[in-house]
């Protein structure tokens, strides 16, 4: 990951007051400052405690009906599976301003040698990036996918990226957050 790259995202991202959509402050409330965690023994992973936390509450907080797995390692899938059935059993976070439903999350790893599926016209699905900034090549591919046609709300994490297509939504927005 180039510097350069990171100091672009700091200077651009915003914390929960620098945003003026609801569900992005409700967003960044619950799951970037979140304190729920996932609960133990997982499957053997990849990822760090922190980043377990946070894809465990990004579940959690848009409580998709199904999470399909494009391009990710078996590794990845087996923990995703035991993350999503933790938050299955929850209920969805307090406070978002306007309860929204998904049909699928779709989670996309470009470190991946499989074939990439690029968000399509499906509405009401959520897909998650891992590392968007990881390399030249993985930044061209996540600013591919936000500038597409259809991508509603994108929320950058630096470690992570979210492409929302919901009709609930009404103008494209682009979210760097903190």
């Known amino acids: 990951m180039p510097l350069s790259s990171y100091l672009r995202y700091l ?3 915003k914390g929960r007051h620098g945003t003026h959509s609801p569900f992005v402050y409700a967003f960044v409330e619950q799951v970037l400052r979140g304190k729920v965690q996932a609960a133990a023994p997982l499957p053997q992973h ?3 405690d922190q980043q377990i936390n946070l894809l465990y509450r990004v579940l959690r907080f848009l409580h998709p009906d199904q999470v399909a797995y494009a391009a990710t390692s078996e590794e990845n899938k087996s923990l995703l599976a035991v993350l999503q059935q933790q938050a299955v059993g929850q209920p969805q976070a307090d406070g978002i301003p306007v309860p929204l439903h ?3 999350m779709l989670l996309i790893d470009p470190d991946s040698e499989a074939e990439q599926d690029l968000p399509g016209p499906e509405q009401n699905i959520v897909y998650l990036v891992l590392h968007p900034h990881k390399n030249k090549m993985t930044e061209t ?3 591919q996918c936000y500038h597409l046609r259809g991508t509603i709300v994108s ?5 992570f990226g979210l492409l929302i297509k919901h ?3 009404r103008h494209s927005q682009y979210f760097a957050l903190r």
């Open 46 to 48: 990849a990822f760090s």
């Open 11 to 13: 200077w651009q991202a």
């Open 167 to 169: 009709e609930a939504f």
């Open 155 to 159: 929320m950058d994490c630096w470690w």
């Open 102 to 104: 998904f049909s699928k």
């Open 141 to 143: 591919l996540w600013r």
